[in-house]
């Protein structure tokens, strides 16, 4: 079966260093999602590309946060600097749209970040 | 704007005993609809969706959900909870964006 691969499935990291973390969707699907989410609260979406191009990034921290899907398959998330606050689960996620519209998200298995 | 409200941070109910997670939406267009589950350190697993056919809809691992638009609610239920089902659930709503709710923990007691 397909799935979302993630990796590292586990980071720790000092405040103050760069850190990345690597998503590659199912194959085929146009729309890829990152999700930051905090210990006891819901996903909140960071940004959202479909195919190369990013199509929300309003919820992304842009001085220290950034991502790309170059070829429109696999996608780097990345912080420089990582701050106390950033300690969290990052989720990927990846959907075709269809002719409907409503694309059902397929989640990664998540890297769990923690800054020192 | 789309929200979703999951009502209870916590849930516990003894094994076959009834589950009923709730969750009550805010939409301005006619929304999708889904429950996902999250077991420890994993990601999230789609439990069910509802995108405007039936309005009882079935899931996976026995779960359904019943959308009531006049009720704003899209409540989660499994008549017989099983130790298995210990887990964290998220609600969400689906339109240009995806929104969680903030989830709800079941716990099974034996």
């Known amino acids: 079966e397909a799935e979302v691969a993630q990796s590292p499935r586990y980071k720790i990291t000092e405040k103050s260093q760069a850190v990345a973390f690597w998503c590659d969707p199912i194959s085929g699907h146009a729309t890829l999602y990152w999700y930051r989410q905090i210990l006891g609260q819901g996903p909140e979406l960071l940004v959202q590309f479909q195919d190369e191009s990013v199509v929300d990034d309003s919820q992304l921290p842009k001085d220290r946060f950034s991502a790309e899907r170059l070829k429109g398959v696999d996608s780097t998330l990345k912080i420089q600097p990582a701050e106390l606050g950033d300690s969290a689960m990052y989720l990927c996620?990846?959907?075709?749209?269809?002719?409907?519209?409503?694309?059902?998200?397929?989640f990664g298995p998540g890297t769990r970040l923690t800054v020192l | 704007a789309q929200s979703v409200t999951q009502l209870g941070s916590h849930v516990s109910v003894s094994e076959g005993a009834l589950v009923l997670l709730r969750c009550n939406y805010s939409s301005s267009v006619p929304p999708y609809l889904f429950w996902y589950v999250q077991y420890p350190n994993q990601g999230l697993q789609l439990l069910l969706k509802?995108?405007?056919?039936?309005?009882l809809v079935k899931g996976i691992n026995g779960f359904e959900a019943e959308f009531k638009k006049s009720e704003t609610s899209f409540h989660l239920t499994k008549p017989s909870a099983h130790m298995s089902d210990a887990a964290e659930y998220f609600c969400a709503v689906s339109g240009n964006d995806m929104r969680f709710g903030a989830g709800t923990r079941l716990t099974v007691k034996p």
């Open positions: 509802y995108t405007s056919a039936a309005t």
């Open positions: 996620a990846s959907s075709y749209r269809g002719l409907a519209g409503v694309g059902e998200q397929f």
